[in-house]
């Protein structure tokens, strides 16, 4: 239950990552093996104690097949795909004492079939990456061409992360405190947000300032009540924040096509920016 909570609370910081889980075991195979000898092989394994839940008896679950590559069709058969799946329930619920429920699974094991391998894994997270591309720059209220997509934005953000940076410790204390010296429409502000940090958004332009506004009470009302943003409209070569006060610093910096650089030599803007953000 504690390394559940740790992947839960780390699991509002993914961005392309399509499933958290724990690897038990694989049984390779060749062309020369027949399926009854690879389903003994898996059986025998989940039998002799290569798995161990930590869970109350009763707990529901169900067996989810991921196939990579292209199989055997004479090893896995449709019919073998499935006999196979039934069996791995039935050693489960007897071994574990658990109940098999499709719809209502409190534990999920995945079973990946690939050319040469079967893996047996338990999902402890699968990262809902729909709701963060409902986030992309055409789904706001305030759409700009420049706008990065929001898994990007995610990983940029993890990148810049310490080392030694705890999501589970940081949860318990004040959330840290990221800033956007080049905010534009305010998407690196939102994601975030939904990491759990609290956001300062500079931007010089006025109608600029306005859409990332738009775009951050949008998010705001979105079950992100407690999501704390200020926008600061002003230059970013003098950025008036307290020095030592940010803790972590992630932007898009204007190319001068699609945005605005003030009169301003691009190879200057950045290099001032940079040092103040230093």
Known sequence: LKLVKI??????????????????????????????????????????NYISFKIDQNTTFKVDMIKRGIL??????????QKLLLNIADNLVHKFNLKADLKNE???ITLFLTPDNVIFAQRLFKPNRRQIMNRTPSNRSYFHSGS???LLVRAMINIAIKND??????????????????MGAGGM??????????TIGIELGYWMSRGARMNLTDLSFSGYESFFWTILRCDSNKIPIKSNSIDVIVTDPPYGHSTMLGGQKLEDLLSNVLSECY
């Open 106 to 108: 409190i534990l999920t």
């Open 148 to 150: 990065m997509n929001p």
């Open 189 to 198: 502000l939102m994601e975030a947000g939904t990491m759990g940090y609290s």
């Open 7 to 48: 992947f839960q609370q780390y699991a509002r910081l993914v961005s392309l990552t399509k499933e958290i889980g724990i690897f038990y075991f694989s049984l390779g195979y060749t062309e020369s093996d027949d399926f009854e000898t690879i389903n003994e092989g898996i059986i025998d394994k989940i039998q002799t």
């Open 165 to 182: 940076y705890n999501p589970l410790k940081n949860a318990e204390s004040k959330n840290l405190l990221f800033l956007d010296p080049f």
């Open 72 to 81: 055997d069709g004479r090893i896995f058969s449709p019919a073998n795909r």
